[in-house]
């Protein structure tokens, strides 16, 4: 990140959760105490996650921080101040899970909207999407597979959370690490990825940090505050 940022009143930051804020789910006290700055400064916060809020809630304790809470991958909204988790599509189909355990898919989580697992079941729940005529996608977060109405993603899901703040993407930088951020970066007016980010984030994001995880997230939250004011 060697070079200046655009000269832009940015006024919110949109963080993915595991890989960027949290390395291997923790999130280090430095990196809390950098949300709490950001916050400090008046402007606004969200963290977006293809985690299911009751696992969330149980990894990071400090959800209140946020103005909004994206989860499962963009297909939930949860608002920390009132308690309400909102749905952004319809819910999986009990024949769709059922299929998928019979065919030996496992373990599986299924949350308000999303139904994930693990590879090398990519082909197995590929092979079970086309043989129940379903419309849903498949979304890659390093080893973790996804399962989504089509349409749904990170994106989406910041986009629902913006509309309720009133704030524009052209206002709004975010960052992530992961093939599933790449919607949420490509979104808004900055896309930053961490040190550790997979290769193509980091081939497709306008920055890129020096530190990786939760230490990429403190450094631009610094230059972030340093250079517009």
Known sequence: MANRLIAEQYLALACDYDGTLAHDGVVEETVVAALSRWRGTGRRLLLVTGRELRDLRHAFPHLDLFDYVVLENGATLYNPATGDEKPLAAPPSSEFVDELRARGVGPISVG???????????????????????ELQVIFNKGAVMVL???????????????????????VVAVGD??????????????VAVANAVPSLKEHAALVTVGDHGRGVIELIDRLIAENG
Not at 112 to 134: M, Q
Not at 149 to 162: C, D, Q, Y
């Open 178 to 191: 992961a093939e599933n951020d790449h919607a949420l970066l490509a979104a808004v007016k900055l896309g």
């Open 112 to 134: 308000r909207v999303i139904v994930a697992t693990w590879s090398p079941h990519e082909t197995t729940v590929l092979a079970t999407i086309r043989d129940l005529g379903l």
């Open 149 to 171: 109405p089509s349409g749904v993603n990170k994106a989406t899901g910041l986009a629902a959370a913006l509309a309720a703040l009133g704030i524009s993407t052209e206002n």
